[in-house]
């Protein structure tokens, strides 16, 4: 066997045991934090495994072949040149060391917790969670061994695994992902297959009111297979009848596909029942702030982190002026009536909060607006403004929205509402991303001087950003406001603002269908996965750091941004005046 | 070149100038007027003022400890960290396990002394490894991004360890044992003083003299002042400006452990994993207000804003007639901060700095 640098053996086994540490922290930290403990509630599998235990063997399982690779890594240091083969026996070593840190972790934190009650200051160390890290042994010589065992046996499998031929190691791993993306979605399902119209038995074998059946799981894992057989030919033999089809042809497939879009969009609700609908009004409310806080953010580069104060003011002005509360003073106007000026109301507190942080750059905006949000909960919070804005009772009887005679109830209904606002924010964003005025953002996004003195008015367009932004939040607070039938001052904390800006991020500052996605990730996932809601803040905050540390640009990444993000030589705030220059320009994922 | 852009920018900005005129003479005016109100009212004696003095000047030094944080890394790093609030509540959290155990031993009745230095010596430590922790694995890799990309990571952070150290030790409100010593108060020129205001004060200031000696007489301290001048050079002179980062951090941390102990002896109620946050905003304000990157400044910023927001709703908010002027004692720091960055970014003892820096 041919090394291209021979590493030792010592330090084979160091990077092993490094590897085996890592696993051993994000264990410890999983456990500790609690989330193993909450996910044991639900099965995978039903009556099978549970999902607690599943990540536990995930993460044995994921630091064998985390071993693996990093050992591949170090012993093909360039990403040129060929791959050099990791010898099975290696492979299978690094990942069985590894595998016992773990499982080593494991059996020692039920020895400390036998001699000290660890769950006086830690929460999370229940006697429940001692059962199920030792798969059910609790604090006997099995229940210590049994961890060890299993850790060390699945690390090795997987290491294995890694030097394993490509398809049947793709197999394996994407049938993982799916049975555990099936299970996690599988009440989405549940709903969808029991409907009039489908045979009850669907639902019933491959799903259960607890996850996935066994064969739920069973047909999953066939499909994977299936696919890796056939997949490759399937797409081979549509990707030739695409490229046959004449240009008037493939334009035509491509209204077709666009056609199909928008009618699965309107017909959604309808598809997936009544709490997914909800679940889909709130990503549409997120979705709509996402594209305003794109403007201010993505477009204009002002980075808002009071956003939430438009959403609010949007929020309180429609409830305002159309509630039927006697001692608010409501107007008991429409909601039709009232949307306009709750619109001009809002843009108007977008250029009032635009005003005073004109001359700020960079972070210094960032904290001040930060501290508007705040003022605005405050002052909504406050006994000073309760007689016209309902204070800490905050403001009720705000009645249904309702074209002509008919009166839209239920998320089902309303969610066209959400659709119609998230189109028109859409066209919006669409339609200036580009034209003079997104231009004009642009310029003053990369350099404001330069862009002041090449004839951008940037004090016009910082205000028309925040004035934009604010009229596009303020939509999605009239919605909400409509929505709930009341609202309350707890409702506009500073968390909307940051998870209006973690969709951003998520999906891609400035992309649209960035927007779209990250609002589906970070809003839709964590209330269909209920157990999520408790640490989903948690999963944000760990989002944050890892996109800005390894993707700056997002999932679905727009073009400009990621090379602005990327490359420093064209940032708008340079730092480090002479680190740039000194040093070539830095890529943040380190390849 | 340049002088013809600001010539631009001033004949394009002079109604923003108008209008922010108007906001400087609006805020001056209801200052007076609220002030002129509550004191002609005669609604507070002299002793009402001097308590509210001498609070003010406790929860100052608290931010002011804090602030130092901030504008240490500022100094240094032109960042600001975000999650400093955050390293705050890791050191009183952890280091209220700790005061709960001597409270319930008897150790603290015995000896009160010996279990503070115990508590302190806990929270610091804490504090300090995840100040150093956070600076390695979230702020290392970022040194040369874009400046908003740090300020992301940092908010990043610091939901992340919220919820980390709610996951740990539950969301719950906990409060400090009480410390029979620092009960009661002194009588000074015939006014009460409660004696755990007066320890929080005395302590502090040592804390920050140790501090200003640090930076100004030790080595370690000359090669910070290096870094903060010029990165590039300080290196090229031989300094690790990797271990200076990573100093700074941990003395920030360091402080900010201590002011969540003094926070507890203070207000012992209120320990939460979410008790960061406000602190360490208005940390923050009293960074920016003593003029950030300054260390002289924090301390004079933190105790700026706690007497502001000690005297602020009792004498302005309300003279000017504004009900439940205590609901609204967090607004005044964060207006304050507004105004601040607005009419004096570079507050009362920053130097003017250049375009890039500022």
Do not use: C
């Amino acid at each position: 066997m041919i090394h291209v640098r021979d590493l030792s053996r010592t330090s084979k086994v160091q990077l092993a045991l490094k590897m085996g540490l890592f696993g051993v922290i994000l264990m410890q930290y999983l456990i500790f934090v609690g989330i193993i403990e909450t996910f044991e509630n639900r099965d995978l599998i039903r009556d099978v495994i549970s999902i607690g235990t599943w990540m536990t063997l995930l993460i044995f399982a994921g630091t064998g072949y985390l071993a693996v690779w990093a050992l591949e890594r170090a012993s093909n240091p360039s990403h040129e040149e060929v791959k050099i083969p990791i010898r099975r026996s290696w492979a299978v070593g690094s990942g069985a060391i590894a595998g016992v840190l773990v499982g080593a972790s494991i059996a020692l934190l039920v020895i400390v917790n036998s001699f000290i009650e660890l769950r006086n200051v830690f929460v999370s160390i229940s006697p429940e969670l001692i059962e199920i890290v030792t798969f059910g042994r609790g604090e006997t010589l099995a229940g210590l061994l049994i961890p060890i065992a299993l850790a060390t046996i699945l690390a090795a499998l997987t290491g294995s695994l890694y030097v394993a031929r490509e398809d049947v190691r793709r197999t394996v791993v994407l049938s993982v992902v799916w049975v555990t993306l099936a299970a996690l979605i599988s009440d989405l399902i549940r709903v969808s297959l029991s409907r009039p119209g489908f045979p009850v038995f669907l639902s019933r074998t491959f799903t259960s009111s607890n996850g996935l059946t066994v064969l739920g799981t069973v047909t999953v894992v066939v499909l994977v297979i299936a696919w890796g057989i056939f997949g490759p030919r399937i797409q081979s033999r549509r990707a030739e009848r695409i490229a046959a089809r004449s240009e008037k042809g493939q334009r035509n497939a491509k209204y077709r596909q666009w056609g199909l879009v928008i009618l699965l969009l309107l017909t959604l609700p309808a598809i997936v029942g009544v709490f997914p609908s909800e679940v889909l009004n709130n990503i549409g409310l997120y979705i709509i702030m996402g594209f305003g806080l794109n403007i201010v953010v993505g477009m204009a580069g002002l980075l808002d982190l009071g956003y939430v104060a438009f959403f609010a003011v949007g929020a309180y002005s429609m409830a305002v002026l159309t509630t039927a509360q006697p001692d608010i003073g409501g107007l008991g106007l429409s909601f039709w009536a009232a949307l306009p000026f709750v619109i001009i109301i809002t843009g108007f507190a977008g250029l009032l909060v635009g005003v005073p942080v004109l001359r700020m750059r960079g972070d210094y905006l960032a904290i001040v607006t930060l501290g508007f949000g705040e003022i605005a909960r405050f002052l909504a919070l406050s006994d000073w403004l309760s007689p016209f804005i309902g204070g800490a009772q905050g403001i009720i009887h705000i009645p249904n929205i309702s074209v002509g005679p008919v009166v839209l109830r239920g998320p089902q209904v309303l969610y066209y509402l959400f659709v119609l606002a998230g189109a028109v924010a859409l066209f919006i964003s669409w339609r200036i991303q580009d034209s003079r005025t997104g231009r004009a953002w642009m310029a003053m996004r990369e350099d404001e001087h330069v862009a002041d003195s090449m004839g951008v008015n940037t004090v016009y367009y910082k205000l028309l950003a925040f004035g934009m932004g604010a009229m596009i939040a303020s939509l999605s607070g009239a919605l909400f406001a409509a929505k709930l039938g009341s609202i309350y001052p707890h409702s506009f904390s500073v968390l909307v603002s940051i998870t209006a800006l973690s969709l951003l991020i998520v999906g891609g500052i400035g992309s649209l269908p960035g927007v779209i996605a990250g609002a589906i990730v970070l809003v839709g996932l964590p209330e269909l996965l209920r157990e999520f809601g408790e640490y989903r803040l948690l999963i944000y905050g760990a989002l944050l750091v890892t996109m800005m540390i390894l993707r700056p640009e997002g999932i679905i990444p727009s073009v400009e941004r990621a090379r602005e993000l990327r490359d420093d030589d064209r940032a708008q705030d340079q730092v480090f005046s002479l680190d740039d220059q000194a040093a070539a320009p830095s890529n943040p994922s380190g390849d | 070149m340049a002088t013809r852009i600001r010539q631009r920018l001033g004949s394009r900005f002079s109604w923003v100038n108008l209008l922010l005129w108007a906001l400087r003479i609006g805020v001056v005016v209801l200052i007076i007027v609220g002030s002129v109100n509550t004191l002609t009212s005669e609604k507070y004696t002299a002793a009402n003022w001097v308590s509210l003095f001498f609070s003010g000047l406790a929860q100052g030094s608290i931010y002011a400890l804090i602030a130092l944080g901030y504008t240490m890394v500022y100094g240094i790093l032109l960042m600001i960290n975000f999650a400093h609030g955050e390293i705050f509540m890791a050191g009183a959290l952890t280091a209220y396990f700790v005061a709960d155990a001597t409270a319930r031993s008897g150790f603290l009745d015995s000896n009160p002394w010996a279990s503070i230095a115990i508590w302190l010596l806990v929270s610091m430590s804490v504090a300090t490894l995840v100040a150093v922790l956070l600076e390695r694995i979230a702020y290392r890799p970022l040194r040369n991004a874009p400046r908003l990309v740090p300020l992301i990571t940092a908010i990043g952070a610091s939901l992340f360890l919220q919820y980390t150290f709610r996951g740990l030790f539950g969301s719950n409100f906990r409060s400090y044992p009480e410390v029979a010593v620092l009960q009661g108060s002194v009588t000074i020129l015939g006014f009460n003083i409660p004696i755990d205001q007066i320890f929080v004060i005395l302590a502090a200031i040592i804390m920050m003299l140790g501090l200003n000696i640090f930076v100004e007489r030790t080595k370690t301290g000359k090669s910070m002042r290096a870094v903060s001048e010029d990165k590039e050079i300080a290196g090229l002179m031989g300094i690790n400006v990797n271990r200076v980062i990573v100093t700074t951090f941990a003395i920030g941390g360091m402080l900010a452990g201590a002011a969540g102990v003094f926070r507890g002896l203070y207000i012992p109620q209120g320990i939460s994993p979410f008790m960061g946050f406000l602190p360490g905003l208005k940390a923050f304000t009293a960074a920016v207000l003593g003029g950030i990157g300054s260390i002289p400044g924090a301390m004079v910023g933190g105790l700026v804003l706690g007497l502001f927001e000690s005297f602020g709703p009792n004498l302005i908010l309300e003279g000017l007639g504004i009900e439940g002027a205590n609901q609204l004692r967090d607004v005044i720091a964060i207006v304050l901060l507004v105004l601040v960055l607005i009419f004096r970014p570079q507050g009362i003892m920053g130097e003017k700095l250049s375009e890039e820096k500022a």
